[in-house]
């Protein structure tokens, strides 16, 4: 009797210790466009822990550690989701234009930028209170958007002007364009802030933006339709989804070259990297790929909600183990 009841005391233990675990490594939290719901991964375990509501059609998301929050954008039902890093609930939900698509949030914070498709705005937010502090005149169909390191700068994909804008956001206002590619879509900025990479999905290519010189210094052939755009963890490497042609086109950052172009999920969308890890979102195979950072090598898949989309930074690095 002694015998069992240790036995079942210490089974009890390692389980909570392997729960502990495995929720102590970094969680995704994907968009699923045709479910209307958020994915919410443990990659440690490669497994689905909540499936969150987010609205109609979520699409955008992203993940901010210093907000303690990940939000979602959800052009169907023009509405922001706010999800609570720390309990992985639903912690409220923003009315937000006509049309949300693109999302970021400052480096500090502090303030919530959403890209509104058909008003051509940019609408800020209080990232802790959600309350509504303004809105930016943007060009056409804006779509992706990133900030400065100093949380001061934002640039905005505004897809039908083939320019990204440069917003200042102490006087929410756009003050200048920079001319790109044909169609920009996603954006992402180097870590230290002095170059950006736009994604035009009509020209099939990436262009780097030197942020000193306020122009485009490079324009890089990808694949067909260039979608999703993530940086490895030291930054010597972009990686791109190309939606069209069910590939990765990987980007020497340094050498400003496309080094190769692997094989990847049927029409990849979002992408992240955690350490060795690649992970690419299936729209069409409802499922996100696992694959190998250095060589891209497939590792396997996770299974997700329906038609999911991921677009933005969707890995939350450090949760708390529960």
Request: hydrophobic share 45%.
């Amino acid at each position: 009797m002694k015998y069992s009841l240790f036995a079942g005391l210490l089974a009890l233990m390692c389980g909570a210790l392997t729960s502990a675990v495995a929720l102590a490594g970094p969680l995704a939290y994907i968009t699923n466009q045709g479910s209307h719901d958020v994915s919410v991964v443990d990659l440690d375990t490669s497994r689905v822990i909540a499936a969150l509501p987010a609205g109609k059609s979520p699409a955008g998301v992203w993940v901010s550690e210093a907000a303690g929050k990940a939000f979602i954008s959800s052009p169907d039902s023009a509405s922001i989701t706010v999800i609570d890093l720390a309990t992985r609930q639903v912690a409220g939900s923003i009315p937000a234009g006509k049309s949300p698509v693109g999302i970021t949030v400052t480096p500090d914070g502090r303030r919530l930028l959403v890209a509104d498709w058909f008003s051509h705005r940019v609408l800020v937010f209080d990232a802790a209170t959600h309350a509504a502090l303004g809105e930016i005149a943007v060009g056409n169909a804006p779509a992706g958007l990133v900030a400065s390191p100093d949380s001061r700068t934002a640039w905005v994909a505004n897809r039908d002007d083939n320019a990204v804008g440069v917003l200042d956001l102490a006087n929410m206002k756009q003050v200048s364009t920079i001319a790109v590619g044909n169609h920009p879509f996603a954006l992402e900025l180097s870590a230290d802030g002095r170059t950006l990479y736009a994604l035009n999905v009509w020209s099939n290519d990436v262009s780097v933006v030197d942020i000193a010189q306020q122009r485009s210094v490079a324009t890089l052939p990808v694949g067909k339709g260039p979608y999703g755009i993530a940086f490895s963890d030291d930054g010597a490497r972009a990686y791109v989804t190309n939606q069209q042609g069910d590939s990765v086109s990987v980007i020497d950052t340094a050498q400003r070259q496309v080094i190769a172009t692997w094989p990847s999920v049927v029409y990849p969308e979002g992408v992240a990297v955690t350490g060795n890890t690649l992970l690419v979102v299936s729209w069409m195979d409802d499922l996100v790929g696992v694959f190998d950072a250095h060589t891209g090598a497939a590792r396997g898949t996770i299974d997700l909600g329906r038609n999911p989309r991921g677009f933005g930074r969707f890995i939350h690095r450090s949760p708390p183990a529960h």
